[in-house]
């Protein structure tokens, strides 16, 4: 059904697979950190201990979001610019 040429069609579902699976890791890695502050959290209000910002504040969260987003952004640029080169 496509219209487009099987090579073109390949590297774009390549390319797309690749978004797919920097997504998942940046999202696993998410569940991670989240468990890991909560983990650390009950700990140290276990032991009486009150830290402030023992949470991260939305600003500190969207400031790494930003760091690994532009990343992502800057990693795709590269791959678009090689496979746009070849075709």
Request: proline share 1%; no cysteine; hydrophobic share 30%.
């Amino acid at each position: 059904d496509s219209k487009l040429p099987s090579s073109v069609r390949n590297t774009l579902l390549e390319l797309f697979g690749q978004i797919e699976r920097e997504f998942e890791n940046l999202y696993i890695e998410n569940l991670e950190l989240r468990r890991e502050v909560e983990t650390l959290n009950e700990r140290l209000a276990a032991e009486g201990q009150v830290v402030d910002g023992a949470e991260l504040s939305k600003g500190q969260l969207k400031t790494k979001a930003s760091h690994s987003t532009s990343q992502l952004s800057q990693k795709l640029k590269t791959t678009y610019k090689a496979s746009t080169s070849k075709v």
